[in-house]
């Protein structure tokens, strides 16, 4: 989603995430689900400011989390550590146009 607040300034939101919900049927039972099971999550915001003409300044963030719901250790098998991450992006950057 895009807005304009001035004429100047630009507003931008965005979201985009994966959620499986997967299963299969396993010849072995002790295999882990591993990626049949998991959220991955995108949210993103930026903020751009025309400074002068051609010249915009812009600053932006981006949340990247990857959750894993499945069976990560099952009986018999050694544990496996959580497949669980998250990760904050900020990125500031100043663009020219000649």
Known sequence: M????YKRVTAMLGYSG????GNTTFLNPLTPTGTLDFNYLKPSASLAFDLYKGLTYKTSWNYYG??????????????????????NIATFSLRYLF
């Open 18 to 21: 994966t959620i499986v919900r």
């Open 2 to 5: 895009m807005w304009k607040p």
């Open 66 to 87: 990857y959750n894993d719901h499945g069976v990560a250790n099952p009986v018999g098998l050694a544990p496996i550590p959580s497949q669980n991450f998250d990760g």
